[in-house]
């Protein structure tokens, strides 16, 4: 899967992200601060699959689309969390698919390549991790605690993420299990920041439009 550019601007906010290493952030969440102009990526909250000097991928948490999965991958349906639908992953390859899930039990691990876990599920970082959508479901059916399925997904290609991050155009933040099952993905942005223990919680105040303020 190629990785593919794309350059949404921001303001100059490169403070709240020069703590983190960002040699280091698969797994971890990038939030789109909220002046961040691209309309692909606004209020985006980006769940890193990947990241070396090679580029870096990764799957947009709060996009549901009407599809339902049932529609497009019948066999996979009922691992589904709620909602049942299809996510928009990112503007890249909107016609193919990535299954991200959730296994119990496998939190306190964090390598990405580590080989435990059930078959036809690759550990990206703690309980989260890709899943083999050729596979059987039957095989991931009794391990697995909630499944999204993703059409496209978010790419850039080398040294690019770092120069958005130094734009200020994202937060880096750590993620949790749950952030790939919300049930309210449309919420997501506004949770994750809230749950920051620093002044990133207050940017959960801003307004949708801040011309009605």
Do not use: K
Not at 35 to 62: I, K, Y
Not at 141 to 169: N, T
């Amino acid at each position: 899967m190629g990785l593919v550019f794309h350059s949404p601007s921001g303001p100059d906010m490169g403070d709240h992200v020069a703590m983190t290493e960002v040699s280091s952030l698969t797994g971890r969440l990038l939030v789109a601060t909220p002046a961040l102009a691209d309309p692909n990526f606004d209020r985006a909250v980006v769940l890193l699959l990947d990241h070396d000097e090679e580029g870096s991928l990764g799957v947009v948490l709060n996009r549901p689309t009407p599809v339902g999965v049932g529609d497009i991958l019948e066999s996979w349906a009922e691992l589904a969390g709620e909602p049942g639908v299809v996510f928009q992953g990112g503007p890249v390859s909107l016609d193919s698919a990535l299954g991200v899930a959730v296994v119990p039990g496998e939190s306190g691990r964090s390598s990405a390549r580590s080989e435990d876990g059930p078959l036809g599920w690759r550990r990206v970082h703690g309980a989260i991790g890709l899943v083999d959508l050729e596979a059987p479901p039957e095989l991931l059916a009794a391990a697995v605690g909630s499944l999204r399925i993703f059409a496209g997904y978010a790419g850039w290609g080398p040294g690019q993420l770092e120069d958005e991050l130094a734009e200020g155009a994202w937060y880096v933040v750590e993620s949790e299990p749950g952030d790939v099952s919300s049930p309210a993905p449309e919420r997501l942005w506004r949770a994750v920041l809230r749950r920051q223990r620093s002044e990133l919680a207050m940017v959960a105040t801003y307004p949708d439009d801040p011309s009605l303020n």
